[in-house]
């Protein structure tokens, strides 16, 4: 897990707020996958991008979530209007290049946990 | 649909024995598979990933092996020792679009 970074590590919104949730990739790497674990669930791919492009956004909910990668600066997860079924943990991961389909590994950050009360 | 179940919700065993985890999927044809470990507030961190023309790989105390006709992957850990005790994934895929089985906890006992 070294390098890929996500903060804060822990956040806490009342329904209705907003929550964004940022990661900054292992240093040299250019892709960003983000997923989601809700409590007694595996993970959950939402979202692959790279600097300023989003490849593939289909397991983002269709409202509310949204995800940039920006040229300069983290990559951003952001959840308008939250709702108690929110609250899980969003582990972002990064690669320095496009997993071929021979395979390499992406590289999970600590995650953040959302609560949502 | 594409699903991926791993048949063990929870797995205790002894110190010293061999933990053997399995990882089922169906409706896929994966080009590889991967193992992840997961301790409780942590993120996945990889182990060893296999592809659809290895039959075996081996890593340490750690060995996989992939069996595209049964559509199975079985994880082993020889000699498990108390700091074994975690969640191990399973995870299908490619381009970074990865499919992951809920997990299995495993527990060594001293």
């Known amino acids: 897990n070294a390098g890929v970074m996500q903060n804060p590590r822990h956040l806490v919104r009342r329904r209705g707020q907003e929550a964004r949730l940022r990661c900054s990739p292992m240093?040299?790497?250019?892709?960003v996958y983000w997923y989601r674990q809700l409590p007694e669930e595996g993970l959950k791919f939402m979202v692959y991008l790279q600097k300023e492009n989003i490849i593939d956004e289909s397991g983002m909910p269709k409202e509310r979530f949204s995800a940039e990668f920006p040229k300069e600066g983290p990559s951003i997860l952001r959840i308008q209007q939250v709702v108690r079924g929110d609250s899980a943990a969003y582990f972002c991961a990064s690669s320095p290049e496009t997993v071929t389909s021979s395979g390499n590994t992406i590289y999970f950050g600590e995650g953040s946990w959302l609560t949502v009360v | 649909s594409q699903k991926i179940e791993q048949n063990s919700e929870a797995l205790n065993i002894q110190e010293g024995k061999t933990a053997t985890l399995t990882c089922n999927y169906t409706n896929y044809s994966p080009a590889y598979l991967q193992w992840y470990r997961q301790d409780p507030g942590r993120g996945p961190v990889f182990l060893l990933l296999i592809r659809e023309n290895e039959k075996e790989k081996r890593k340490e105390r750690l060995k996989v092996t992939f069996d595209t006709t049964l559509k199975q992957s079985l994880f082993h850990i020889t000699a498990s020792q108390p700091a074994d005790s975690a969640t191990y994934l399973c995870a299908l895929g490619s381009q970074g679009n990865l499919i992951f089985g809920k997990g299995t906890k495993l527990s060594v006992k001293p």
């Open positions: 240093k040299g790497h250019s892709h």
